[in-house]
Nanobody
Framework: QVQLVESGGGLVQAGGSLRLSCVVS????????MGWFRQAPGKEREFVAA????????YYGDSVKGRFAINRDNPKNTAYLQMNNLKPEDTAVYYC?????????????????WGKGTLVTVSS
């Protein structure tokens, strides 16, 4: 059974940085893309970043481009989201996701597996 577990969320001042981690266990018997989404209370889930199996291709939502970076370490079965220059608008529960490839995992309907989320709160 595939399971994704996020960690690294917390409280940070605006302008600061955090790094989220997502550990994958029981992965599918194939290559897979990974990504991050976020959701604030009462808001729609929003795409943040995605990465291909090899790491050769990355994708970012417009609101985080230039501030966030996704990478992965396949021998450790782990994906990361480095978040820099955080803004109060970044406050949300961040969810790790996995799907067929990095392109597909940019969309909710392209995600096969979800983590339970980790809360990021950015104070002003």
């Amino acid at each position: 059974q595939v399971q994704l577990v996020e960690s690294g969320g917390g409280l940070v001042q605006a302008g600061g940085s955090l790094r989220l981690s997502c550990v994958v266990s029981g992965r599918p018997l194939s290559t897979y893309g990974m990504g991050w989404f976020r959701q604030a209370p009462g808001k729609e889930r929003e795409f943040v970043a995605a990465i291909s199996w090899s790491g050769s291709f990355t994708y970012y939502g417009d609101s985080v481009k230039g501030r966030f970076a996704i990478n992965r370490d396949n021998p450790k079965n782990t994906a990361y989201l480095q978040m820099n220059n955080l803004k109060p608008e970044d406050t949300a529960v961040y969810y790790c996701a996995a799907g067929p490839d990095g392109r597909t995992v940019q969309r909710n309907d392209g995600v096969d597996y979800w983590g339970k989320g980790t809360l990021v709160t950015v104070s002003s």
